[in-house]
């Protein structure tokens, strides 16, 4: 059974940092497209960054140059590195993974880690 | 980007009921198009991929059409658990994927 499972999420302050993880299981990350999608709260979705299963990375124009996604092969592990948070990036975070059929749906997804950007 | 719009943004509707939800994108994007429900306090969930095809697991009372830049999700006839909120997703540009604004189906 595929099971995506997001930590790291809790409180920063405006200008702080935070690191989210996705551990994977039943499956292996590094074959896979992945994303990171974030909902502030009461809001709709947001597709955030992606990784493809060759490296080849995208962002959102709202989060580019301050945050990073990156993935550990030995930890199959999915990271997004958040840097210079605004209250704007206040929000659920999903991952999500493309599956492997026409028009690359996200078909598995975790449960989400919530992000407060607050002083 | 893509802009996806969908309409309409909340709807009450009745057990039962046929529920029609459109999305409409900016641009054409073939079938590249994606339905997912969402209940509160829950990632979301895979419906429809590909505009018309069913995701394994998901009620065939739930069906998809379209191509090019109009598109529907049916529900044929409404049940309890489908109360929730329902976005479609464009996939045809993977560098900027993009999410309609969500339709709420409410309970009338």
């Known amino acids: 059974e595929v099971q995506l499972v997001e930590s790291g999420g809790g409180l920063a302050q405006p200008g702080g940092s935070l690191r989210l993880s996705c551990a994977a299981s039943?499956?292996?990350?590094?074959?896979?497209?992945m994303n990171w999608v974030r909902q502030a709260p009461g809001k709709g979705l947001e597709w955030v960054s992606y990784i493809s299963s060759s490296s080849t990375i995208y962002y959102a124009d709202s989060v580019k140059g301050r945050f990073t996604i990156s993935r550990d092969t030995a930890k199959n592990s999915l990271y997004l590195q958040m840097n210079s948070l605004t209250a704007e990036d206040t929000a659920m975070y999903y991952c999500a993974r493309i599956g492997v059929v026409l028009a690359r749906p996200f078909d598995y997804w975790g449960q989400g880690t919530l992000v407060t950007v607050s002083s | 980007d893509i802009q996806m719009t969908q309409s309409p943004s909340s709807l009450s509707a009745s057990v039962g009921d046929r529920v029609t939800i459109t999305c409409r994108a900016s641009?054409?994007?073939?079938?590249?198009l994606n339905w997912y429900q969402q209940k509160p306090g829950k990632a979301p969930r895979l419906l429809i991929y590909a505009a018309s095809s069913l995701q394994s697991g998901v009620p065939s009372r739930f069906s998809g059409s379209g191509s090019g830049t109009d598109f529907t999700l049916t529900i044929s006839s409404l049940q309890p658990e489908d109360f929730a909120t329902y976005y479609c997703q464009q996939s045809y540009s993977p560098l900027a994927v993009t999410f309609g604004g969500g339709t709420k189906v409410k309970i009338k």
């Open positions: 039943g499956l292996t990350l590094s074959s896979y497209s």
């Open positions: 641009q054409i994007i073939s079938n590249y």
